[in-house]
């Protein structure tokens, strides 16, 4: 029997889609019939063809909202000194993020009656606004005026162009919508606030705040709130130095707006009217100038790490938000500032005018490119000025705000054009001044540490930006000495060694011939002397001597190793010929007050981010167990040391003890009345060209150079004692008043033996005096190479010996005087051999 069930039932299946199918089209006819149901369907198609149209034009490419969830605004660099105290800021705009609860709320009601009076209610759009928009737009055929809404205008600021058209505005409304549906009323204000541009190249409310009347939003009164509104429209039209009377009636009428809508009452109004703009001039608060050379060298080294521009990464110097914790001492960079002023102007004065700092034309905009060279002085009460035109003995000068006045008796070399510094003298008579031509750098280092305390690379870095202090590479002189003896002391010299300061000659090659050295002014030696004596009074010969029995590939590896620089094995460059920069000496003096432990000179502590995380820091030690919640009992855990060991800490500390000696009884004796413990060495370069000092305490060390930026002779007086010392000296009776006289400290092992102070040998019986000159002082040995006493038998024979000798010289004289009396009495000699035989052979 065949079962049919299976095909019945697709049967009656497709039976009922059939009908059911037919009945479906059946309907559908009916209603196209129908003349509604057609012009529904025509709506229909043009609603989803112009929604296509719309998507294809403008919201095809319109940015994601959903960025501004997340959206960091450029924000300046903000440097902090030692303390944490700021003191400057890398920044090409203004701008200071703040939440939206630090904004006080009359401030935001303020904005919301100039700007979007029903913000809180629509959903991003104002369409009342909009609609007059339309009507004005058709009505009139100049620029298109908007309805912004605050969240518009946060579109088009963040995340679309400035363009002006009606295919911005229709992109601005589509993205409103969309901002509004991801983001907040709050946060859209709060990212409103912080961006909007309000003139003075201030964005957002906190800056426009300091840069409008130097305050903080929370600071600023009700009249003051209702003026930074009127801004966002157009900050050139309200500026109070131009237009104040048109910003005065717009900020009355925000109050007024306000009043309206019952967000202030009628007194608080009329008192607010009543009120002058009180608008400052100057762009308001700005960091006291401290540091210009410092803070320069902290923006190098940021840009190099970090990069410049948003492009470089988030952590950028212009836009990055970072906070930068430097080791600038603002009181010693103060001091170091003043003190190397003074040095150069006390070298330069009586030398005659030394000529303008630079030159301009001279037309009807002399004082915007007088302003445009940005060259500034804070000396003293100098000022910075421009020679309009000469008149007899006298000239006309202007100042870059346009104002002119008259200096008498200028010297001849003076043009028109010339870029001076002047004085006032009284009335509006001013005085030339002479800006040394001659320059020089300082740097101060903690020796501990290699952190830098203060840099000054010139007289003024907005007169020269070059920094002397780490850019000018200039031969030290004398002031390399210490790492010659120091590699002789690693060769087995000891500070007693006697070196023969006498002529010295050496064959150096083919090409470089026969050299032979000098001392300073021609000297030709003091015969056998103690290293310590050669280094104490800077005696070159010595110097060359011990370099040659220590080896000159031995001396530059020392030299290279302390940082100083990478020489050639010539002996010239055991006198100093190679070049460095005051940076570089002055570590490596740091070093040696370290006990020859490696220090990397530092100018950055740490970098935090915008949100307070740590990227950066130039100690890098790990201190374990530092955070242990309880103490353990052990003694108190601490950072290990930084650096490798370059030197012999006892070496180092010889040194150390011998520049001591450089204060106390050599070449830089003008310091000893800093009474404390100093060390230090001088230098004066071939020329003379370049005057050195470099040294200071355990707690301190400076370095100083003077010379001119071309090099050339600064004079046979020039020395690095009497030009460089007095400038640390000047520096180091303020920045030391009130530090504890620290005492150098020796490493274990170091040996203290009296010895005799010319001979080096060991002295018994005598003990030193306070006397830095005194015949017996305390001398450093490292163990095994201090002088031995002598037993009784060689002390017998070396006075047997010495009297033997004495007694043979006297045996001599008196032979030679019988002679003499004898050839008197009988005459002269008959012959060469004779004559030879009486006076005791050829010599």
């Known amino acids: 029997m065949i079962d049919n069930t299976s095909d019945t039932a697709g049967e009656s299946l497709a039976y009922k889609l059939e009908r059911n199918t037919g009945s479906f089209l059946e309907r559908i006819e009916k209603l196209w019939q129908r003349k509604w149901f057609r012009l529904l369907l025509a709506f229909l198609g043009l609603c989803l063809l112009a929604w296509m149209m719309i998507w294809l034009i403008f919201a095809r490419d319109l940015p994601d909202a959903t960025a501004l969830q997340s959206y960091e605004p450029p924000l300046p660099t903000m440097v902090r000194a030692y303390d944490g105290e700021p003191i400057h800021s890398y920044a090409r705009e203004r701008r200071v993020q703040l939440e939206f609860s630090e904004f006080p709320a009359m401030l935001v009601r303020a904005y919301l009656a100039a700007e979007d009076r029903t913000f809180f209610e629509h959903g991003g759009l104002d369409y009342p606004g909009i609609a007059t928009a339309i009507i004005t737009n058709i009505s009139n055929s100049g620029r298109p005026i908007g309805a912004s809404t605050i969240t518009q205008q946060v579109a088009k600021n963040l995340l679309l162009t400035n363009e ?259 004085s006032p003298i009284g009335g509006n008579n001013y005085r030339l001044q002479n800006v040394p031509k001659v320059s020089g750098g300082m740097v101060v280092q903690n020796p501990r540490n290699g952190r830098i305390w203060a840099m000054q690379g010139g007289f003024d870095d907005r007169m020269s930006s070059f920094n002397r202090a780490t850019q000018a590479e200039r031969q030290p002189g004398s002031t390399i000495k210490p790492f010659v003896y120091a590699t002789a002391l690693d060769q087995g010299m000891t500070p007693a060694t006697i070196i023969v300061d006498s002529p010295f000659c050496v064959y150096q090659s083919a090409t470089l011939g026969r050299k032979c050295f000098r001392n300073f002014g021609g000297s030709r030696g003091a015969g056998p002397q103690t290293l310590r004596w050669g280094v104490e009074q800077s005696r070159n010969l010595m110097t060359v001597r011990a370099a040659n029995d220590s080896g000159m590939e031995n001396v530059v590896k020392t030299i290279k190793t302390m940082g100083i620089g990478d020489y050639q094995p010539y002996l010239a460059f055991a006198l100093g010929a190679g070049d460095t920069t005051v940076a570089k000496l002055t570590n490596a003096y740091s070093m040696l007050a370290n006990h020859g432990r490696q220090l990397e000179p530092t100018v950055i502590d740490f970098v935090q981010d915008r949100k307070g995380k740590v990227i950066f820091r130039s100690d890098q030690r790990n201190c374990d167990n530092c955070n242990m919640a309880d103490w353990d009992g052990e003694p108190m855990p601490r950072p290990r040391p930084a650096g490798k060991q370059l030197m012999d800490p006892m070496t180092a500390y010889q040194m150390v003890d011998i520049l001591q000696g450089v204060i106390t009884r050599g070449t830089a004796q003008n310091l000893k009345s800093l009474d404390r413990p100093l060390f230090g060495k001088t230098g004066t370069t071939s020329g003379p060209t370049n005057v050195w000092f470099v040294g200071g305490s355990p707690d301190l060390v400076a370095g100083v150079y003077m010379g001119y930026d071309q090099p050339r002779n600064m004079g046979g007086y020039a020395q690095g004692g009497t030009l460089a010392a007095p400038i640390f000296r000047n520096f180091a009776e303020k920045a030391m008043t009130g530090m504890p006289k620290t005492p150098f400290v020796a490493p274990k092992g170091i040996r203290m033996v009296r010895v005799d102070r010319r001979s080096g040998k060991r002295v018994f019986g005598g003990w030193p005096t306070d006397d830095p000159k005194s015949a017996v002082i305390w001398d450093v040995f490292k163990p095994e190479t201090e002088p031995r006493r002598t037993i009784r038998k060689e002390e017998l024979l070396a006075q047997l010996e010495a009297r033997k000798a004495q007694l043979l010289a006297e045996r001599a004289a008196a032979r030679a005087l019988a002679n003499e009396n004898a050839n008197r009495n009988r005459g002269p000699a008959q012959n060469d051999d004779e004559f030879l035989q009486e006076e005791g052979g050829i010599y």
């Open 164 to 422: 002006v058209s009606y295919r911005r505005k229709v992109r601005e409304a589509l993205l409103a919508y969309r901002i509004e549906e991801v983001l907040s009323k709050e946060e859209i204000l709060e990212l409103y606030l912080n961006q909007i541009f309000l003139g003075r190249n201030a964005y957002g409310v906190q800056a426009a705040a300091q840069a409008y009347f130097g305050k903080d939003v929370a600071e600023l009164a009700l009249h003051e709130m209702a003026y930074l509104a009127i801004l966002p429209k157009g900050p050139s039209n309200y500026r109070p130095e131009v237009h104040e009377q048109r910003a005065v009636g717009r900020r009355d009428w925000v109050l007024g707006e306000m009043r309206k809508n019952d967000w202030i009452t009628d007194a608080q109004y009329n008192f607010a009217i009543s009120q002058p703009l009180g608008a400052i001039s100057g762009g308001g608060r700005r960091f006291e100038r401290v540091g210009g050379y410092f803070i320069e060298e902290v923006r190098r080294q940021l840009i190099e790490q970090f990069g410049e521009n948003e492009e470089a990464g988030p952590y950028s110097v212009y836009s990055g938000g970072l906070w930068v914790r430097t080791s600038l001492n603002p009181e010693l960079q103060t001091m170091t500032k003043d003190a190397l002023r003074q040095g150069l102007i006390r070298y330069s004065r009586g030398k005659g005018w030394s000529g303008p700092i630079n030159k301009i034309d001279i037309d009807d905009q002399w004082p915007q490119r007088l302003a445009s060279t940005f060259i500034n002085t804070d000396y003293e009460n100098w000022q910075i000025a421009v020679a309009v035109s000469r008149a007899g003995s006298g000239a006309e000068i202007g100042f870059r705000d346009g104002t002119t006045a008259r200096i008498n008796d200028v010297p001849s070399g003076l043009k028109a054009g010339d870029i001076i510094a002047v």
